[in-house]
């Protein structure tokens, strides 16, 4: 029996965007797909570094492909969009559930393929960042690159007059202390009142478990910014390709 040698490719992340190996081979004009599906079965095909087989799923923008030795050359167009997430949409492209997603608001508008930077959860709307740029993506969400996300919030009042000084201190949650870089009440109308804040952390619900833990539940949340890019007047639902200057700017909140 042949030794199978290939390497174990359990950890090889697989991204959103990502189709079968042969129709990304297909579109670079490698050949037809079934003669790309003979070069994966006979070992010609490496992803990442690793031998492929039959099934495997690749996204040129990401994966490092090559055919008998010769690098694939993907002619990849980098874009940078900005969309206002309407309320109860769902933060994929392909939601197995049948959700609506942000495929359904993209569209045909993009010619290449494009996928979210961090997230916001069905309840949330606001700001989300779409890009094919892996290596900014992955540092506008890196924690360590601390960059900052503000959001609008509608929750429970009144609010005390020391609430920004507990939250900019710190506040225990389950998974960690948490502080906000800024908090302000923004208005208050009976017992709701509207309050911003500001801050660097990224983790699952942390705007709404943050306020549940100091009692002031949220029943909206908008996120108004992610550095240095605004949601500004962006209509519910609606896509905008970011500027230059916007993009130099997230290069260079991130040190680039």
């Given at each position: 029996?042949?030794?199978?040698?290939?390497?174990?490719?359990?950890?090889?992340?697989?991204?959103?965007?990502?189709?079968?190996?042969?129709?990304?081979?297909?579109?670079?004009?490698?050949?037809?797909?079934?003669?790309?599906?003979?070069?994966?079965?006979?070992?010609?095909?490496?992803?990442?570094?690793?031998?492929?087989?039959?099934?495997?799923?690749?996204?040129?923008?990401?994966?490092?492909?090559?055919?008998?030795?010769?690098?694939?050359?993907?002619?990849?167009?980098?874009?940078?969009?900005?969309?206002?997430?309407?309320?109860?949409?769902?933060?994929?492209?392909?939601?197995?559930?049948?959700?609506?997603?942000?495929?359904?608001?993209?569209?045909?508008?993009?010619?290449?393929?494009?996928?979210?930077?961090?997230?916001?959860?069905?309840?949330?709307?606001?700001?989300?960042?779409?890009?094919?740029?892996?290596?900014?993506?992955?540092?506008?969400?890196?924690?360590?690159?601390?960059?900052?996300?503000?959001?609008?919030?509608?929750?429970?009042?009144?609010?005390?007059?020391?609430?920004?000084?507990?939250?900019?201190?710190?506040?225990?949650?389950?998974?960690?202390?948490?502080?906000?870089?800024?908090?302000?009440?923004?208005?208050?109308?009976?017992?709701?009142?509207?309050?911003?804040?500001t801050l660097h952390e990224g983790r699952k619900h942390i705007v709404r478990r943050l306020m549940d833990e100091v009692g002031h539940p949220v029943s909206r949340l908008i996120r108004t910014s992610i550095g240095p890019?605004?949601?500004?007047?962006?209509?519910?639902?609606?896509?905008?390709?970011?500027?230059?200057?916007?993009?130099?700017?997230?290069?260079?909140?991130?040190?680039?």
């Amino acid at each position: 029996m042949r030794r199978d040698d290939r390497a174990p490719k359990p950890d090889a992340p697989v991204y959103e965007g990502a189709e079968r190996l042969q129709k990304v081979l297909a579109a670079a004009g490698v050949g037809s797909r079934r003669a790309c599906e003979d070069l994966i079965f006979r070992r010609r095909v490496t992803v990442n570094g690793r031998v492929a087989q039959l099934g495997d799923k690749a996204d040129p923008a990401h994966d490092v492909i090559h055919v008998d030795g010769e690098r694939l050359q993907a002619d990849v167009r980098l874009v940078y969009v900005a969309m206002n997430k309407p309320r109860g949409v769902v933060t994929t492209m392909a939601d197995e559930k049948g959700r609506t997603e942000l495929a359904d608001f993209i569209g045909a508008r993009l010619e290449q393929r494009v996928y979210h930077v961090g997230r916001l959860d069905a309840d949330s709307e606001g700001l989300l960042l779409l890009t094919n740029d892996g290596t900014l993506a992955h540092k506008l969400m890196h924690p360590s690159y601390e960059v900052l996300k503000t959001y609008l919030a509608e929750v429970a009042g009144p609010i005390p007059r020391n609430l920004g000084k507990r939250l900019t201190a710190g506040v225990e949650l389950e998974d960690g202390p948490v502080k906000v870089d800024s908090f302000r009440v923004v208005g208050t109308l009976g017992k709701t009142a509207q309050v911003e804040l500001t801050l660097h952390e990224g983790r699952k619900h942390i705007v709404r478990r943050l306020m549940d833990e100091v009692g002031h539940p949220v029943s909206r949340l908008i996120r108004t910014s992610i550095g240095p890019i605004k949601l500004g007047d962006l209509r519910t639902g609606r896509l905008r390709r970011l500027t230059n200057a916007e993009v130099a700017a997230l290069f260079k909140a991130v040190g680039d």
